[in-house]
């Protein structure tokens, strides 16, 4: 059974960090595709970064979404099977629940933006970012 844990969230100041821990169970972790999204209320959910793992690139490969792209980074820790989302320089505008999600098909980053792309999902973690 696949579990996803979001941890990390909180209240920041404009410009501030915050990191996201997604913890994770029962992937098989040779290969994977892992996502970062975000809803904020009265929006649609939006991919804000994803990451693909394959034998052939355990390092992973990621993609960002513009809004956040020099800001944010997806990132993996292999020996504790954690996913992380490093965001920087916060602006109000970030304000949102933030979702891990998860699918064991590597060519769910074909698509990552798509939230249908994804089979597992964690209950989400909020940021709040005041100005």
């Known amino acids: 059974q696949v579990q996803l844990q979001e941890s990390g969230g909180g209240s920041v100041q404009s410009g501030g960090s915050l990191k996201l821990s997604c913890a994770t169970s029962?992937?098989?972790?040779?290969?994977?595709?892992m996502a970062w999204f975000r809803q904020a209320p009265g929006k649609e959910r939006e991919g804000v970064a994803s990451l693909l793992r394959t034998l052939f690139q355990t390092s992973g490969v990621t993609w960002y979404a513009d809004s956040v792209k020099g800001r944010f980074t997806i990132s993996q820790d292999n020996a504790t099977n954690t996913l992380y989302l490093q965001m920087n320089s916060l602006q109000p505008e970030d304000t949102a629940m933030y979702y891990c999600a998860a699918d064991q098909n590597p060519w769910a980053c074909g698509k990552w933006r798509e939230s249908g792309s994804f089979a597992y999902w964690g209950q989400g973690t909020q940021v709040t970012v005041s100005s």
């Open positions: 029962g992937l098989d972790y040779s290969s994977y595709c």
